[in-house]
Antibody, heavy 123, light 112 residues
Framework: QLHLQESGPGLVKPPETLSLTCTVSGDSISSRDHYWGWVRQSPGRGLEWIGKIHYIGSTYYNPSLKSRVTISVDTSKSQYYLRLTSATAADTAVYYC???????????????WGQGTLVTVSS | QSVLTQPPSMSGAPGQRVTISCTGTSSNIGAGYAVNWYQQLPGTAPKLLIYANNNRPSGVPDRFSGSKSGTSASLAITGLQTDDEADYFCQCFDSSLTDSWVFGGGTRLTVL
């Protein structure tokens, strides 16, 4: 059974970089059929898709965050990563990693989710 | 303000049927992109409930069903149970300036 686990600092000082890791177990991160993504949730912004990556390294980012976001993958560790630069209080949220499936013609669905990790951006 | 519009809250009594709406535009639901629905129980991550408009993942009871028409989609829950008390979100791809996967603002369902 697939398990996704987020990890990383729970507190980030502005304008430092927010960095998170998602560890994948129970399925191969190198699956051709799946993408691996990040979603965040905050009271003010609701659920917001951040970006996704395929194991070969191709990425796709939310245009509203694209200038500050980098998602990368390390297949040898079954992990993928989120970096969000110049963090502000507006980036305070619960961050989820998720597996995306059925990504044809734009119709991805977020089939599996990690438990989420709260990241607070505050000095 | 979310690209997909949902009622903020709804309620129903045990055993009743409720329908949650998700209104989009011609750049998302109306463009033919699949609508997915998620259930988020208090303190947990969202869980995929309906995918590709009207399909249930394995393990989801058939009390849950989805439909789509024009620029809107709906999630119906029949035989309402207390365990159904949760937040429900719709999600779709949007091909406008956002060009990304977008979520509705969520509907909090209370079972009276």
């Amino acid at each position: 059974q697939l398990h996704l686990q987020e990890s990383g600092p729970g507190l980030v000082k502005p304008p430092e970089t927010l960095s998170l890791t998602c560890t994948v177990s129970g399925d191969s991160i190198s699956s051709r059929d799946h993408y691996w993504g990040w979603v965040r949730q905050s009271p003010g912004r609701g659920l917001e898709w951040i970006g996704k990556i395929h194991y070969i390294g191709s990425t796709y980012y939310n245009p509203s965050l694209k200038s500050r976001v980098t998602i990368s993958v390390d297949t040898s560790k079954s992990q993928y990563y989120l970096r969000l630069t110049s963090a502000t209080a507006a980036d305070t949220a619960v961050y989820y990693c998720a597996r995306l499936v059925g990504c044809s013609g734009g119709s991805c669905r977020f089939a599996d989710w990690g438990q989420g990790t709260l990241v607070t951006v505050s000095s | 303000q979310s690209v997909l519009t949902q009622p903020p809250s709804m309620s129903g009594a045990p055993g009743q049927r409720v329908t949650i709406s998700c209104t989009g535009t011609s750049s998302n639901i109306g463009a033919g992109y699949a609508v997915n629905w998620y259930q988020q129980l208090p303190g947990t991550a969202p869980k995929l409930l309906i995918y590709a408009n009207n399909n249930r993942p394995s393990g989801v009871p058939d009390r849950f069903s989805g439909s789509k028409s024009g620029t809107s989609a709906s999630l119906a829950i029949t035989g309402l149970q207390t365990d159904d008390e949760a937040d429900y979100f719709c999600q779709c791809f949007d091909s406008s300036l956002t060009d990304s996967w977008v979520f509705g603002g969520g509907t909090r369902l209370t079972v009276l």
